[in-house]
C-alpha cells in the first residue's frame, strides 16, 4: 500500500486560508469517507482534527474543515493564526481493512 | 478521561526483538481497536497495524506482516506489539492509538523511542 500523497510544504499569512491536498486511489481515499486529518506540532503526538473526510471533534475550532472529491481529501484551514503552524497528515481506510497515511506537510505561518 | 499509556525507551542490538506495551483507562477496552503507528525520526507517520481487543483479531501492513505480532491482556486492559529481527530503521517513536476498525484516531500513546543500534 502506497502512502497518500501530500504537498510537502504550504505557506500562508495570518487571517489568509490554505488547503493541503491528500491524494490516492479509489481502493482507499475514492471507495471510502473514512479520512482523517492529524495536527503534530514538534515533540508532540498527533491530534485528530478532522473525521470521515468532514467531521470535527469535540474542542477543534471551526476553522478547520475538510472535504473530498474522487480520491483526492482537502483539508482547509480558514483565518490562519500562529499556532496552526504544524504538520499535518492524512489518513484513509483502504480495501485490505488497513490504514494509510499521507506523508505529511508542513504548514509554515508567514 | 481516555489514556493510552505506553511503556518506556528501549536500546536493542540489530537482530534483535522489541515489545511495547499500552495500558488503556477511562473507557472499555474491549470496545476499541488499538491501532500502532510509527514515525522515524524527522519523517512522517506510518501505519502499522490494528488490534481487536474483544477477540484478539489482528491485521497488519504489508511492510510488517513477517516480523510485527499484536497481543493483548483484556484482564489488565494492555495491548502490546513484539516486533523481531530489528534493522537500524526500525529506530523510531512507536504510538498506539485507539480507533474504530479505520484509522481515525481520537486518542494516542506518549509514544514508546526504540533504538536500535550495535
Known amino acids: 500500500q502506497s502512502a497518500l500523497t501530500q504537498p510537502a510544504s504550504v505557506s500562508g499569512s495570518p487571517g489568509q486560508s490554505i488547503t493541503i491536498s491528500c491524494t490516492g486511489a479509489s481502493s482507499d481515499v475514492g471507495g471510502y469517507n473514512y479520512v482523517s486529518w492529524y495536527q503534530q506540532h514538534p515533540g508532540k503526538a498527533p491530534r485528530l482534527m478532522i473525521y470521515?473526510?468532514?467531521n470535527r471533534p469535540s474542542g477543534v475550532s471551526n476553522r478547520f474543515s475538510g472535504s473530498k472529491s474522487g480520491n483526492t481529501a482537502s483539508l482547509t484551514i480558514s483565518g490562519l493564526q500562529a499556532e496552526d503552524e504544524a504538520h499535518y497528515y492524512c489518513s484513509s481506510y483502504t480495501s485490505s481493512a488497513r490504514g494509510v497515511f499521507g506523508g505529511g506537510t508542513n504548514l509554515t505561518v508567514l | 478521561q481516555v489514556q493510552l499509556v505506553q511503556s518506556g525507551a528501549e536500546v536493542k542490538k540489530p537482530g534483535a526483538s522489541v515489545k511495547v506495551s499500552c495500558k488503556a483507562s477511562?473507557?472499555?477496552?474491549?470496545?476499541?481497536?488499538i491501532h500502532w503507528v510509527r514515525q522515524a525520526p524527522g519523517q512522517g507517520l506510518e501505519w502499522i497495524g490494528w488490534?481487536?481487543?474483544?477477540?484478539?483479531?489482528?491485521n497488519y501492513a504489508q511492510n510488517f506482516q513477517d516480523w510485527v505480532t499484536m497481543t493483548r491482556d483484556t484482564s489488565i486492559s494492555t495491548a502490546y506489539m513484539e516486533l523481531t529481527r530489528l534493522r537500524s530503521d526500525d529506530t523510531a517513536l512507536y504510538y498506539c492509538?485507539?480507533?474504530?476498525?479505520?484509522?481515525?484516531?481520537?486518542?494516542w500513546g506518549q509514544g514508546t523511542l526504540v533504538t536500535v543500534s550495535s
Open positions: 470521515d473526510v468532514s
Open positions: 477511562g473507557y472499555t477496552f474491549t470496545d476499541h481497536y
Open positions: 488490534i481487536k481487543p474483544n477477540n484478539g483479531a489482528t
Open positions: 492509538a485507539r480507533g474504530p476498525l479505520w484509522p481515525r484516531f481520537d486518542s
